[in-house]
């Protein structure tokens, strides 16, 4: 009866009776008001006014497929969201999905992580209503070795919808984090199951901080949100739509040639390291190079001093600026 209702409500831009609900409903005025006060405390702003009745004056800022349908224009990515209020992690439910055959592109989406996961071991700390927790399943029929640039990929449409969606210029950090101002406002892990060396499935994490407002004191001096660079409130079903449009896209661009030979110009145009120092950290060993863009196998490609080339495989070794994160 409540959807009946929420539904009634939605459908009329102005003040709709009490009477004329229990009518349609055939139930009784008290379960209206029952239903209505349902609806509020699940962050529905209703209206009531003797006389007049109910209108319908905002809808929670919310973050399930209901929200997310309206903004997206996928073929296959997003068609099947899997959406909970809480969850350990989405990448621990995606890959269970995975696991049970659910179909290529189903994206599993949380308000809150318990168990929020980030890359070389470390939790996701993940605070509820203001901010994207969402992981997206994904079947490339490619070689093992070439799952690494499903990431890249995803780090470029992220920054291309956070610019769409919130006018906010990012650039990307490689591998992989989405950089505003030299700190981070998004991060993403990926995680496959491979058959020799095939790809099972993929599930890629991602996690973006949109209207966060301070962090603790051990990241704020790397992290950041999209909010605390605009001043502006993000509509986080909007962006995440605007994330799938744009990955779907990109992702089917990588499937054609298998690297990232169609994308990479556009990765390193967006590349915050690029013509810049950068410290590569190997085990106990630092060394200091200038970063020269990725190649089409998304390989750091590095230059020492005296013009040598090296290229750099994500995950062996770690970038970081001279002077800080990035
Ligand atoms: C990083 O360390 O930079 C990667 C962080 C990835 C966090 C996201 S939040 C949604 C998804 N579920 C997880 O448990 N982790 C990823």
Partial sequence: MKEKILSMLKSRPDYISGQDICNRLGVSRTAVWKNINALRAEG???????????????????IDGERIYPYLHTQWLGRRIVYEDEMDSTNIQAKRLGEENAAEGTVVITEHQT????????GWISPVGVNCYFSVLLRPDVLMERASMITLVAALSLAKAVSKTAGLDTMIKWPNDVVANGKKI????????????????????????LNQTEFPDEIKDMATSIFLETGNKVNRAELLAAFLNTYERYYEIFLETEDLSRLADEYNFLLVNRGREVKLVEKDQERIYTAVGIDKLGRLVVEDKAGRRETVISGEVSVRGLYGYV
């Avoid at 929020?116 to 470390?122: F, I, N, S, V, Y």
């Avoid at 991060?187 to 901080?209: F, H, K, P, Q, R």
């Fill in 186 to 209: 998004c991060g993403i892990l990926t995680e496959s199951s491979t058959d020799m060396e095939y790809i099972n499935y993929a599930v890629v994490g991602i996690g973006v901080n």
């Fill in 115 to 122: 168990a929020g996961r980030g890359r070389r071991g470390k």
């Fill in 44 to 62: 529905y702003q209703i209206d009531s006014v003797n006389n007049r009745g109910y209108k319908l004056l905002e809808e929670p800022d919310r």
